[in-house]
């Protein structure tokens, strides 16, 4: 039966048997739809993914703004249109909530650059499709450098019982894919002979400084830093820059 559509056989049957409880009836019928309709639209159990990835959403939001601490859980279950029982329904306080969003902001950078990671390219052309990639994802992400910067802030604070599993289950694997990219570089003689314990932060840190720094850029500019055209132009500003500082020019000695 679809929502809103009282059944006619029913109806009919009402009618013929019971003409006095028809109005009873229709009106019980019409008030336990609206509270169907009004689950559904706050999110239920009956729909699991989106009810959860929307939770995922409004914390990525309110985490990114307010940080752990600050951060509430009555309003991320507001702006996820879902209730407090719910959301403790996937994720059982807070902290739970909160080591979700890592997983939900690291894991889809991973996926992202690691299918960029696994082409069949010559290093030149891997690691600027790499750079590339990265840029693109936070771009299109830009709520995520600040819940990155917020956690290294929390844990050399006071510590965090979630980084070491961030860096083992995302870092490190990161780190080793582009050390090899280096490696092979070196090999191919295309790459200045860097470390990579020092070249890779330093590049990610390139990728990712326009978007942590947005605000002061905007007062520096007067500009908008997040304007598509500014965007594109400083993707490309950092794709020159790692070339520039990695790879071997023309008549430069290994």
């Known amino acids: ?4 559509q009282f059944p006619a056989d029913r109806w009919r049957h009402e009618k ?3 003409p006095r409880s028809i109005p009873y009836n229709l009106t019980n019928w019409l008030i336990n739809n609206m509270a169907l309709a009004n689950k559904i ?3 239920s ?3 699991p993914e989106e009810s959860r990835a929307a939770i995922l959403q409004a914390a990525v939001l309110e985490f990114s703004r307010e940080g752990v601490a600050g951060a509430r859980t009555d309003a991320i279950a507001r702006s996820a249109r879902v209730n407090k029982a719910l959301l403790y329904y996937y994720f059982k306080d807070k902290e739970a909530l ?13 996926e992202f650059v690691n299918e960029v990671l696994a082409r069949d390219l010559p290093p030149k052309e891997k690691i600027l499709a790499y750079a590339g990639a990265h840029f693109d994802y936070v771009a299109t992400h830009p709520l995520y450098p600040r819940i ?16 070491e599993r961030i860096v083992k289950q995302y870092f490190r694997p990161l780190f080793e894919k582009l050390s090899e990219v280096l490696r092979q570089g070196f090999a191919a003689g295309e790459f200045r002979q860097v470390s990579p314990l020092h070249f890779i932060p330093s590049m990610i840190s390139v990728i990712v400084f326009h978007f942590t720094n947005a605000p002061v850029l905007r007062m520096m500019s007067k500009q908008d830093p997040m304007a598509p055209a500014m965007v594109a132009e400083r993707r490309g500003a950092v ?8 790879f071997v020019q023309k008549g ?3």
Do not use: K, N, P
Not at 1 to 4: D, S, T
Not at 239 to 246: G, K, N, Q, R, W
């Open 45 to 47: 159990r009956r729909q």
């Open 148 to 163: 990155v910067q917020s956690e290294m802030m929390r844990a050399s604070r006071e510590g965090s019982r979630h980084l």
């Open 252 to 254: 430069e000695r290994r």
């Open 1 to 4: 039966m679809i929502c809103g």
């Open 98 to 110: 909160y080591s979700a969003v890592l997983d939900h902001v690291f894991g889809g950078l991973a």
């Open 16 to 18: 013929l048997a019971h």
């Open 41 to 43: 639209r706050l999110g």
């Open 239 to 246: 794709l020159d820059f790692i070339s520039a500082a990695l």
